[in-house]
């Protein structure tokens, strides 16, 4: 892979997250009318990332770990209460 082609990648996938964490958040918001508490799921485990989420199959934890930085930060900045739950 050539420099321009990684930063090409790394650019889709900064805005696949930004655009995954903006439906998160219009999700839980809909479900979440009256709580305003967020449980969201870390896993330790690459396979069982990939096992219970599909969508992200490949993707490391380190992009799982991103991905959930960026929607905690946006359903914070949305005043939910997040709790993040290692599995």
């Not at 330790?44 to 219970?52: F, G, T």
């Amino acid at each position: 892979m050539y420099p321009h082609d990684t930063a090409e990648y790394m650019l889709f996938v900064d805005r696949l997250f930004n655009e995954k964490a903006v439906d998160a958040l219009n999700a839980i918001t809909a479900i979440n009318q009256e709580s305003r508490v967020v449980s969201l799921q870390r896993y330790r485990n690459e396979n069982k990332l990939w096992d219970e989420n599909p969508s992200m199959e490949g993707l490391s934890l380190l992009n799982h770990a991103t991905y959930l930085m960026r929607l905690r930060y946006l359903l914070m900045d949305n005043g939910f209460q997040v709790k993040i739950n290692y599995l």
